[in-house]
C-alpha cells in the first residue's frame, strides 16, 4: 500500500472516530440492562429497562448519589411497571388501552432500545417499547431540565400494523407513591369561584379528578396535583410531589389504592367518548405531564413549577406585564368613542400603560348589544365606534398607552351572519338540533375543520395587520362542547372530536404566535376557564376568575398560585359593592390584594372618587417599584386563608434575595381578635432589610418604618401587625390589610 494511501485511510478512520465521538455524545444508546436515572439538579426519577423485558419505575424523589443509587434495590423498590398496558393483568388500571386489528384487546409491551440526547437545556430519554406479537410500538419520553426541577414525560404510540387500530386509553404517564400519611392537594371551583383549595388524605379507593368541558377544562377541576408525603400539608416543609398535566383539552387524573403499599396515579386526555382511531403509520402523541418533588413543602413545589413555567412554558415569561385597565366592569356593552377616550385618558393619568377595550365593539347586522348576537361577525359597529379601531389605537398612544381589544374566535350565535353563511362550521350532533348556550343563542365552532382554523386566525390577522400597534388581545372562550358531533369528521371518527377540536386550537395558536410574536395574550374563558400549563404556551396570563371580589379572589390566588407564578394571574382593582357577590371592600384593601398578582383595574375611573383615584395612582407608582420581585420572585406561601385562622399572608423574594414583598390580608374581623404573629421565610439570614409600607392609609407610619432587621430575625420573629387601620373615625372599617417592601441594604 502507497504511503499516499496510507495516509488517506488514516485521515478517514480519524474523521470517522470524530464523528462517532459527536454523536456519542448527543445521542447515548443502550441496548442492554439498564438502569436508567433522569435526573434535574435535585429531582431524580429513575428506571429499570432491561431490553426484552418490561420498564419499571424503581424511585421518584430527590436526586441521590451513586453509593445510594447502587443499593436502591436493596434499599427497596416498587418495581412496577412504568406503563402498565391493558390485556393480561385485568384487575389493574392500566395507562394504555388498545384494540388491535383483529381485535385482541391485550397488549404486552418489552423495552425494544433505550436512547438518550442532549438538548441545549435538558437530556431526554426515549425508551422504546414494542408489543411481544404485533408491530405496534410506544415510546415513553422523558425530559429532564437542567437548570429547573421540573421532568416531563409523554408518549408516542405507532401503529405499524396493517389496519387501525383502536386506542381506548392514553395516558401521559404514571407514577407509583409509597402509602403512609400522603395526602393530596389540588383545586376545583366553579365560574366565580375558580381555583379553590382541596386537601385530604389519600385512603382506600379510587380518587378522580376529572373535566369533560370540551373547550376549557379549569373551571370545575385543575389537571394539577400535588402529593404530600410526610402527612398533612406543610407550606414550607415536608416531602412533595407536584404534577401538571399539560393540555388545553378533557383529562382525567386517577389515583388507585387498593390492597398494596402504593398509590398508583395516572394522568392523560380523559378517554370519555374519545376512543381513537390510529391509522396504519400513524404516531398519536400525548400531552406532557410534569413532575417535580420538593423537600421544603407545598411552596417549594411551587417555586418549581414558576420557575420552570416562566422559562419554558408561559409566553413572554421574562418580560414584565404591563399595568392596565380593562372596559368590562366600567362599561359592559356600553361602547363608544368618548367613553373609551375618558377611560384612556383616566388610566393614563393614573400611571397605567395599557387600555384593553372588552365586549361590545363589533356587529353591523346584528349589533353587539348584549351577549345573544354577532359572535363571528368581527366587523366593527360604526354606529359606536364611527371612526373605527384604528383611531382608538391613534388615541391610546396620545395619551401614552398601549390599546388592546377582546375577541372570542372560537365561538358564533345563531344570531350572526356566520351562522347564516356557514351552519356547518359548528359543533351539532348529526340528526339533532344545536344545543345553545350563552344568551340562548351561542354555539361552538368546530376548529377540528381547517376551514373554521382559517377563519379563526384570519380574525386576529385582520385586526393585527390592519392595527399593528394593537399591543394586547382578551381571548374569551364563554361556552362549553355542549352537544357531541363534528359536521366536519368522517362517521368512524366522531370520537375524535375533543382531541381534533384541541389539535385544531393548538394549530391556529401556532400560527398566530408565528405571525405576532410579540403580542401579548390573555386566556379568558368565562373567567378561569384556561389556567393550564397546555395553554400558556401561547398566551402570557390568563384571567383568574370574573369574580374581582377582593376577599374571595385571596382564596382564589392562593390556590391557583399553587402552579402558576404571579406573572400569569390577571388581578384587578374593581368597583364596590363587587358586581358579583356584593360585597363592599375598602378601596385599599382591593389595591392590596390586586398587587399580589399582575396588576390591572376593572373599573369606570369617573365614578370614582379623587382620593380612590390618588390612592390608585400611588398602588401603580409603588407596584412598578416592586413589580420585578413580585413577577419574577420565589413565592412564600406563610399563612393561609384555608387554615381559620382568620387572616392569610404570603410573600415573593427576588431570586438574589436582595428585595421581598409581604403581603398581609384580614380576613374576618371579630371583637377581642388575637392572630398569629408570621414568621417570614426565603430572606438572606446574613442580609439587613429595610421595611417600607406600601399604600399606607394610616395617620401615623407603622413602627418600623423605615427600620432595619436582619433576614435571620424576620424569619424567626417577624413582625406585629396593627389589627386595624389608624385612620379618621369616620373612615375606620373592618377592612385591614398591608404590603411591605423589604429591600437589602
Known sequence: MSQPL??????????????????????????ASAQIRIATPGTELILKADVGAEPQIQYFGERLSDTDVANLQAAGVPNHNAYPAYG???????????????????????????????????????????????PFYVTLCYRAYQDVDMIETWTEIENLEKKPVVLTRFDSGYLPLRAGDVWISHLHGTWAAEGLLVQEPLDRGMRVIKNKDGARNSHTDHSEVMFSLDGKPQENTGRVIGAALCYSGNYEIRVDTKDTDYHEFYAGINPDNSAYNLAAKEIFKTPELALTFSDEGLSGASRNFHRWGRKYKLAHGDKERKILLNSWEGVYFDINEPGMDQMMAD???????????????????????????????????????????????????????????????????????????????????????????????????DLGNPEVQDFVFGIVDDLLSENPEIDYIKWDANMPISNHGSQYLSKDKQSHLYIEYHRGFAAVCDRIRAAYPDVTIQACASGGGRANWGVLPWFDEFWVSDNTDALQRIYMQWGTSYFFPAIAMASHISATPNHTVFRTTSIKYRIDVAMSGRLGMEIQ????????????????????????????????????????????????????????????????TFYDDHLPRVKMAGLDPSKTYKVRELNRIDNVPLPYEGLSFTGKFLMENGLEIPLKHKVDYHKQDDWSSRVLYLVAE
Request: charge should be negative; aromatic fraction near 10%.
Open 6 to 31: 496510507r495516509l488517506v485511510i488514516l485521515y478517514n478512520a480519524l474523521i470517522m472516530k470524530r464523528i462517532i465521538s459527536i454523536l456519542a455524545t448527543a445521542l447515548c444508546v443502550l441496548t
Open 88 to 134: 393480561l393483568w385485568c384487575a389493574s388500571e392500566a395507562s394504555l388501552g388498545v384494540t388491535h386489528s383483529d381485535g385482541n384487546m391485550s397488549t404486552v409491551l418489552r423495552v425494544e432500545s433505550v436512547t438518550q440526547t442532549d438538548e441545549p437545556t435538558a437530556k431526554v430519554t426515549r425508551i422504546k417499547m414494542k408489543d411481544t406479537v404485533y
Open 347 to 445: 388610566i393614563a393619568s393614573m400611571g397605567g400603560e395599557l387600555f384593553v377595550m372588552d365586549d361590545g365593539w363589533f356587529g353591523v347586522k346584528y349589533p353587539r348589544l348584549t351577549d345573544n348576537c354577532a359572535l363571528g361577525d368581527w366587523e366593527v359597529d360604526r354606529n359606536k365606534l364611527p371612526n373605527g379601531i384604528g383611531w382608538l389605537v391613534e388615541q391610546a398612544h396620545k395619551h401614552g398607552i398601549k390599546f388592546g381589544i377582546w375577541i372570542e374566535p372560537e365561538m358564533t350565535n345563531t344570531t350572526s351572519e356566520l351562522y347564516e353563511k356557514h351552519p356547518e362550521w359548528v359543533i351539532k350532533a348529526p340528526e339533532r338540533e344545536v344545543v345553545k348556550g350563552r344568551g340562548g343563542t351561542q354555539l361552538v365552532l
Open 605 to 668: 375611573p369617573k365614578n370614582m372618587t379623587e382620593e380612590e383615584k390618588a390612592l390608585c395612582r400611588k398602588a401603580i407608582s409603588e407596584y412598578k417599584e416592586i413589580r420585578p420581585v413580585v413577577q419574577f420572585g420565589d413565592i412564600y406561601r406563610l399563612v393561609s386563608p384555608y387554615d381559620s385562622h382568620n387572616m392569610a399572608s404570603m410573600m415573593y423574594v427576588s431570586p438574589e434575595k436582595d428585595g421581598a414583598v409581604f403581603y398581609w390580608w384580614k380576613t374576618e
